[in-house]
Structures are given as structure tokens and as C-alpha cells.
């Protein structure tokens, strides 16, 4: 059975004398270092001298290079991009760790695929928000709060579940609450509603439709770029993936829940497509590849980007989007 945590199961005082410290200053190490800091806690910032070491000094925190920051926090959040994270922390946290000290990762990746080994005298921790780095603030600040999954993956002093939980409330995470987790499963649930393939399934019914005599504004402006999809998320958040369907017309609510469906063996036929994605990331045959990718210069990355900006759909959608007076991306 899953287990939640909440407020009421997390003590700030496993945190007293502690100095966090925030590697990666974006959107969510500024939000969550702005809610620690709000909750009393000594906050730090480890950052190249770049524009992110600008924001974190404008905002008043201490900011130092990284290597400085790792020997002087007690506790260090590792939010910088899961590709680069290996090198920074080979070169510029861990010579400056101290047994004792509290890693904290915002993802599994490094750790479940054993791109990072930290030493066995450093706790490790996992505190992943189900909420982009932006909302991890709004949220705290509206008083609701954010879901994380959690997860201790190396407990060295015996304190690393208090501390985590601790951190959890710190950053307004426990107020909703979190769940126990593990870095695998987080690693595959990220990974999975990465790759699962909602763009181009998009992109896919955009040209059937421009196939079938449709213009390409008509098939755009109805799959996503209208704005409709963004309240019809807001529904799912709302009212769950089902029940945002009363807020429709029959019309809508069957087509959906009965039409879209298919027959027992095609929707047995796509599962097994998503199995296999399941098991491409269990595996670490995503990861070998990416790993690849990133060390062959990005090429296929870059390949698949000139590619997709030069998309008939891509093309139509800029002329759209200058029409509607927005800048495309």
C-alpha cells in the first residue's frame, strides 16, 4: 500500500544548524530555495557566473562558485540538467563533501542508472515535485501546496527519512502531501510520460485531418492551439481523466468514453507499445542511447530538431501564430 506523508509527520528541527545548498538556481532550485528559506532554513547558492547567479545574488541569497558552496552546505540539492549532473558533481561537489552530508535529487535518473555513485558516508535522498519549477512557489504561496514522490536511497547516520521528510515540508511539498517511492519507479514514470508519444500523436492527426481536405488553422486550432486544451487540463486536475467528461456535450462524452476506444485487441495492441517503453527504460536501453547521443555532439537531437522546424505542420503553425499575434516557439 502506498504511503503519504504529511505535514504532520515532518519536524523542521532535523534541519536546525544545517546549510542547504542549491546547485542548479532555475525555476525549480529558485522556487524551492525561495520556500526554504521562507521556513527559516540557511540557503545558499553554488552557481557558475552566469545569469542565474545574477538572479540568486538579486535575490539575496548567498551565491558561490560550486565548489565552495558543496563544502560549506550540510545538505545539497542537485537541480541542474540530469545530462551535465555527473561532470559538476565529479568535479565540483564532491571533493567538498563531508560524511553525513544529505544529497537530494529532483530525479532518479543519475542515480538509478549509476552515472553518480556517491560515497557510502553520504545520505541520498529523492525529493521529485509533481509540479513545474513556477508552481512549486504559486503553490506554496497560495497555501495548497505540491505532490512529490520521495525516497531514501542511502541512509548513512540513521536520520536520512527525518531529513527527508523534513526538507518535504520545508519546501511546501508535505502540506499536500508526498509519496514513498523509489529512484527507479520515479525514473520510469518521468521517463515514460516523456517518450510515451503525445506530440507527435498530435502531430499525426493534424496531417489525417489536412489529408482529409481539413485547412491546417481548422485541424490546429482544434487539437491544441486554440487554448481549449489548457482548460481541458485544468478539468482533469479538477475533476480526474473521466469525470471532467459531464462538463461536455453527449456528444463529446460519447465520442470519448465509447467511439475513441477501439476494440479489445487494438487496445491490447497499444499496450504492448507502451510495454515496450516501460522495458526500454528498465533496461537502461534509453539511457545507453541518450548517453550515446550526448557524447556523438547532440547530432541526432539536432537532426530531429532541424527536421521537425521545417515540418509542413511547424511551417503552417508559425503563419498561424503570427496571426493570432503570438510568438511561435
Avoid at 504532520?8 to 546547485?23: P, S, V
Avoid at 548517453?291 to 527536421?307: F, I, P, R, S, Y
Avoid at 501564430?321 to 516557439?329: Q, V
Amino acid at each position: 500500500m502506498t504511503k503519504w506523508y504529511f505535514d504532520d509527520d515532518a519536524d523542521l528541527k532535523w534541519l536546525q544548524g544545517k546549510t542547504i545548498g542549491i546547485f542548479g538556481y532555475g525555476n525549480q532550485g529558485r522556487s524551492q530555495a525561495l520556500n526554504m528559506r521562507d521556513a527559516g532554513l540557511e540557503v545558499v547558492v553554488g552557481s557558475r557566473s552566469d545569469e542565474s547567479a545574477k538572479k540568486s545574488e538579486e535575490d539575496g541569497f548567498e551565491t558561490l562558485p560550486l565548489a565552495e558552496a558543496a563544502a560549506k552546505a550540510d545538505v545539497l540539492f542537485i537541480l541542474v540538467p540530469d545530462e551535465v549532473m555527473p561532470q559538476i558533481y565529479k568535479e565540483s561537489l564532491e571533493p567538498g563533501l563531508k560524511p553525513g552530508d544529505t544529497l537530494v535529487f529532483a530525479s532518479g535518473y543519475n542515480i538509478h542508472f549509476k552515472y553518480i555513485q556517491p560515497a557510502l558516508e553520504l545520505n541520498v535522498i529523492m525529493i521529485a515535485p509533481r509540479m513545474v519549477g513556477q508552481g512549486v512557489r504559486d503553490t506554496v504561496l497560495a497555501g495548497t501546496g505540491f505532490p512529490s514522490l520521495v525516497a531514501v536511497h542511502q541512509d548513512a547516520d540513521g536520520k536520512a527519512q527525518n531529513i527527508m521528510l523534513a526538507l518535504s515540508r520545508a519546501i511546501g511539498s508535505t502540506k499536500m502531501g508526498v509519496i514513498e517511492s523509489s529512484f527507479e519507479e520515479e525514473t520510469i514514470v518521468d521517463l515514460f510520460h516523456e517518450q510515451f508519444g503525445s506530440l507527435h500523436a498530435i502531430r499525426r492527426a493534424i496531417e489525417v485531418l489536412t489529408e482529409a481536405g481539413c485547412s491546417p488553422e481548422a485541424a490546429m486550432l482544434e487539437m491544441y492551439a486554440s487554448g481549449e486544451v489548457r482548460e481541458i487540463g485544468q478539468y482533469y486536475v479538477d475533476h480526474g481523466l473521466f469525470g471532467q467528461l459531464k462538463l461536455h456535450s453527449r456528444t463529446s462524452e460519447y465520442g470519448q468514453l465509447v467511439y475513441a476506444r477501439g476494440k479489445p485487441e487494438q487496445e491490447e495492441a497499444h499496450k504492448d507499445h507502451l510495454r515496450g517503453i516501460v522495458e526500454r527504460i528498465r533496461d537502461g536501453s534509453f539511457a545507453r542511447e541518450w548517453t550515446d547521443v550526448q557524447a556523438n555532439g547532440m547530432t541526432a537531437l539536432k537532426t530531429a530538431q532541424e527536421e521537425i522546424a521545417n515540418d509542413p505542420m511547424t511551417i503552417e503553425e508559425r503563419k498561424l501564430y503570427e496571426r493570432l499575434g503570438r510568438f511561435s516557439a
